[in-house]
């Protein structure tokens, strides 16, 4: 089973979202997947997703309410197969951390939706519909990244 952990800069915005949607999603489509989220800071740890975006994502039938916020630790390049940021920023601090021994995939979520380079925005600070974009680019890479996982699975079969 592959472990897939998404990482923004809280966890209270965007990674929390894409956790919930692609969990979500992997399970409708009987992929096997492990899912986690983290930020790159630990201002939030502990604290449950921002309520625009748990608001946001119920709408289109993703619940958010479990998740807690925590911060990205080494460890975690021990535990995930696949460690996809929303941004580049985001990803800078991922590669800051990498062991050189890593084997896993480190990169932008949104390159599974074959945009090389985009990013998922930061909502933190804007409105409403800042929120419903986001889970309009969370779905769209979600799909990318459960047909590679499907086409991985079937390969090895
Ligand atoms: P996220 O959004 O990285 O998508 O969770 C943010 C949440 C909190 C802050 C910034 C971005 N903050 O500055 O506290």
């Given at each position: 089973?592959?472990r897939?952990?998404?990482?923004?800069?809280g966890?209270i915005?965007?990674?929390?979202?894409a956790h919930?949607?692609?969990?979500q999603?992997?399970?409708?489509r009987?992929?096997?997947?492990?899912?986690?989220s983290c930020?790159?800071?630990g201002?939030?740890?502990?604290?449950?997703p921002?309520?625009r975006?748990?608001a946001a994502?119920?709408?289109?039938?993703y619940?958010l309410?479990p998740?807690?916020a925590?911060?990205l630790?080494?460890?975690?390049?021990?535990h995930f197969?696949y460690?996809l940021a929303?941004?580049e920023q985001?990803?800078?601090?991922v590669?800051?951390?990498r062991?050189a021994d890593?084997a896993?995939?480190?990169?932008?979520?949104?390159?599974?939706?074959?945009?090389?380079?985009?990013e998922?925005?930061?909502?933190y600070?804007?409105?409403?519909?800042?929120?419903?974009r986001?889970?309009?680019?969370?779905?769209a890479?979600?799909?990318?990244?459960l047909?590679?996982?499907?086409?991985?699975?079937?390969?090895?079969?």
């Amino acid at each position: 089973m592959k472990r897939v952990l998404f990482v923004c800069l809280g966890n209270i915005c965007r990674s929390p979202t894409a956790h919930g949607v692609f969990e979500q999603l992997a399970t409708e489509r009987g992929v096997s997947v492990r899912v986690d989220s983290c930020g790159t800071g630990g201002w939030h740890a502990g604290e449950p997703p921002d309520a625009r975006a748990t608001a946001a994502a119920a709408t289109r039938g993703y619940d958010l309410s479990p998740l807690r916020a925590r911060q990205l630790a080494s460890q975690d390049f021990d535990h995930f197969d696949y460690i996809l940021a929303m941004d580049e920023q985001n990803l800078r601090d991922v590669e800051a951390l990498r062991p050189a021994d890593y084997a896993g995939h480190v990169g932008l979520f949104l390159d599974y939706t074959g945009q090389s380079g985009a990013e998922v925005p930061d909502p933190y600070y804007g409105g409403a519909a800042g929120f419903d974009r986001v889970l309009d680019l969370i779905e769209a890479a979600s799909e990318g990244l459960l047909a590679e996982l499907r086409d991985a699975a079937d390969s090895s079969r």
